[in-house]
């Protein structure tokens, strides 16, 4: 009986003993998944940013190289003169391998790999940028490849993009250009396509058609227009800064006196508003695009426009020249406009004294070619027009080098972005509030 007893004893001993064993075991095995795991956290908390700046850096850097023009010193270049530039012959000048319209759709049938090849950036990169994204309206109608290499220079997927394919364009561009807008879900192409007549009402018309479309998206800070045969001279990063140096002001060019009376057939705009004449090319904050499309005044001025010539050339500018009106960012001096800088484009046209154009005039615009480079170089404008791509490649090139190493070197922080020029501008100072 005693032997029972204390065998049973020695049982349950062993069996206790083994249950504390396996206790402990658990307790040390939790204990120890807890350290690892809280090494792991402290790990990632030390290590998580720098490995995402430097991902980011050395992706912006692999973006940049790839667009480096091969067998050229761009950055020379830029600081050529004219004579410099005109001893390049013609095949450097023609650098690169032409994309024929046709040839975007089977480039564009896989998105990634178009993203990748044609090296988009698909990240807004920096916060700042991300929370001032930018509306664009493109108005195209042929040579795909300037347009594309255009939408390429000024992506981020926190901008939006509306795109007017002209209806007169050829079957193949607008098949490619449908291909390329596929991919992005933040570009996209008007719902209504019109055949686009120089002096008339359809050349205003996609404008406000890009308007309403782009008003949908309430994020967006600027609206910017552009063609298809123009370029961006400053980065993401440097629109943004610019912009917000504006202090909602609004960049639209006005002249009166270089007005042409005949254009508005001896009429006059309703509610005694003063016409006035400017390019199509504006630079404006959602305020201005909100009361272009939903004010009375301006529908009314919209409909009076219809009934003149290049109404195009007037109906922005009078907006921004009739303080009386009440919009914000718009100028408080329209008498003095003829003199103030014009930020939203670099045009250089024939009567221009001070100017110089190393390319050729087409109805007395330049056509910007390399040897304009040292000009564009330096220029305080946002974007220049205009480029025949098909007779000058190189500049186009480097112009695309430059903007893609500038977004590097922003990015990284070794390029400082100075707003001061843009924040004591005229039309800054004197704007309507």
């Known amino acids: 009986m005693r032997q029972k007893l204390q065998l049973l004893r020695l049982q349950h001993n062993t069996v206790f003993s083994r249950s504390i064993c396996w206790t402990i075991t658990l307790i040390c095995y939790l204990a120890t998944a807890i350290y690892v795991i809280h090494l792991r956290s402290l790990q990632h908390t030390v290590t998580a940013v720098p490995t995402s700046k430097l991902l980011l850096t050395n992706y912006v850097a692999s973006i940049a190289s790839a667009m480096k023009v091969n067998g050229i010193a761009c950055k020379d270049l830029f600081s050529s003169s004219h004579n410099v530039v005109n001893k390049l012959n013609a095949s450097q000048r023609h650098i690169g391998t032409p994309i024929t319209d046709i040839e975007y759709v089977d480039l564009a049938s896989k998105c990634s790999r178009f993203q990748k090849t044609r090296g988009y950036i698909m990240l807004s990169l920096t916060e700042e940028e991300e929370e001032f994204p930018l509306a664009y309206s493109l108005l195209v109608y042929k040579d795909l490849e300037m347009v594309e290499r255009l939408l390429r220079a000024i992506y981020r997927p926190q901008n939006y993009y509306c795109v007017h394919v002209d209806q007169k364009s050829t079957v193949e561009f607008y098949s490619g250009m449908s291909a390329i807008v596929s991919c992005f879900p933040n570009v996209f192409l008007t719902s209504v396509r019109i055949s686009v007549r120089w002096g008339t009402f359809s050349v205003l018309e996609p404008e406000l058609l890009c308007m309403k479309e782009l008003w949908r998206y309430p994020k967006w800070k600027y609206f910017i227009n552009l063609t298809g045969q123009e370029f961006a001279l400053k980065t993401n990063f440097e629109l943004v800064r610019i912009l917000?140096?504006?202090?909602?002001?609004?960049?639209?060019?006005?002249?009166?006196?270089?007005?042409?009376?005949?254009?508005?057939?001896?009429?006059?705009?309703?509610?005694?508003?003063?016409?006035?004449?400017?390019?199509?090319?504006?630079?404006?904050?959602?305020?201005?695009?909100?009361?272009?499309?939903?004010?009375?005044?301006?529908?009314?001025?919209?409909?009076?426009?219809?009934?003149?010539?290049?109404?195009?050339?007037?109906?922005?500018?009078?907006?921004?020249?009739?303080?009386?009106?009440?919009?914000?960012?718009?100028?408080?001096?329209?008498?003095?406009?003829?003199?103030?800088?014009?930020?939203?484009?670099?045009?250089?046209?024939?009567?221009?004294?001070?100017?110089?154009?190393?390319?050729?005039?087409?109805?007395?615009?330049?056509?910007?070619?390399?040897?304009?480079?040292?000009?564009?170089?330096?220029?305080?404008?946002?974007?220049?027009?205009?480029?025949?791509?098909?007779?000058?490649?190189?500049?186009?090139?480097?112009?695309?080098?430059?903007?893609?190493?500038?977004?590097?070197?922003?990015?990284?922080?070794?390029?400082?972005?100075?707003?001061?020029?843009?924040?004591?501008?005229?039309?800054?100072?004197?704007?309507?509030?």
């Open 244 to 433: 917000k140096a504006f202090n909602g002001a609004i960049d639209v060019s006005t002249w009166r006196k270089r007005i042409n009376f005949d254009r508005w057939n001896n009429t006059t705009p309703p509610f005694g508003i003063k016409p006035m004449k400017g390019p199509v090319h504006i630079v404006v904050h959602r305020e201005f695009v909100n009361y272009v499309l939903n004010n009375s005044t301006a529908a009314a001025l919209l409909k009076w426009t219809k009934s003149t010539k290049v109404p195009d050339e007037t109906f922005f500018a009078t907006l921004n020249a009739n303080p009386q009106l009440g919009i914000k960012g718009t100028y408080l001096e329209p008498e003095m406009t003829v003199n103030r800088p014009y930020i939203a484009r670099c045009k250089i046209r024939k009567w221009m004294a001070n100017e110089t154009c190393a390319g050729r005039y087409v109805r007395g615009v330049c056509i910007l070619s390399t040897g304009d480079l040292p000009r564009l170089g330096k220029a305080r404008e946002m974007f220049a027009n205009k480029f025949f791509l098909n007779e000058d490649r190189l500049v186009i090139g480097c112009l695309e080098e430059k903007l893609f190493n500038d977004t590097r070197d922003e990015f990284i922080g070794t390029k400082y972005v100075d707003t001061s020029y843009y924040s004591q501008l005229d039309f800054v100072k004197n704007q309507v509030t």
